[in-house]
């Protein structure tokens, strides 16, 4: 004898989605093709002639200069956010804290200090 117990959800309904920010991929919004959580990543899978994909500068003039990645436009973009280092002002920093603050401090003034692409904008 069969019974019924009602009708079965769909696993969508009954689970709820776990995913990246779309914040990040939200500044361009392409159509379709992979979606993948890390630069790094699509990095590799352009490299591995899976299509095409944006990168940071500093992160992709290593594969340009091995060859493992050609640039499809002259287009450069300035970065569309920001780091910002902070701490509870109501809280000393530590030895560490303050070594780690200087080092971060450091690496920064040398990224600056690099010579790197001009930047463009294009108007809506």
Same mark, same amino acid.
């Given at each position: *004898?069969?019974?019924? &117990? %009602?009708?079965?959800? =769909? =696993?969508?309904?009954? +689970?709820?989605?776990?995913?990246?920010? @779309?914040?990040?991929?939200?500044? *361009?919004?392409?159509?379709?093709?992979?979606?993948?959580? +890390? &630069?790094?990543? $699509?990095?590799?899978?352009? $490299?591995?002639?899976? %299509?095409?994909?944006?990168?940071?500068?500093?992160?992709?003039?290593?594969?340009?200069?091995? %060859?493992? #990645?050609?640039?499809? !436009?002259? #287009?450069?973009?300035? $970065?569309?956010? !920001? +780091? +910002?280092? !902070?701490?509870?002002? !109501?809280?000393?920093?530590? =030895?560490?804290? #303050?070594? #780690?603050? /200087?080092?971060?401090?450091?690496? $920064?003034?040398?990224?600056?200090? @690099?010579?790197?692409? /001009?930047?463009?904008?294009?108007?809506?």
């Amino acid at each position: *004898m069969k019974r019924c &117990i %009602g009708r079965i959800s =769909p =696993p969508c309904q009954q +689970y709820e989605l776990v995913h990246r920010s @779309q914040s990040v991929s939200s500044i *361009m919004a392409w159509t379709k093709g992979m979606d993948l959580g +890390y &630069i790094s990543l $699509a990095m590799q899978a352009a $490299a591995a002639d899976q %299509g095409v994909a944006i990168g940071w500068h500093r992160m992709i003039t290593p594969m340009l200069a091995r %060859g493992e #990645l050609m640039r499809l !436009t002259d #287009l450069i973009f300035a $970065a569309p956010g !920001t +780091y +910002y280092l !902070t701490w509870n002002r !109501t809280r000393k920093l530590s =030895p560490a804290a #303050l070594l #780690l603050r /200087e080092w971060i401090h450091e690496q $920064a003034a040398i990224e600056r200090a @690099q010579p790197g692409p /001009e930047s463009c904008s294009i108007e809506p």
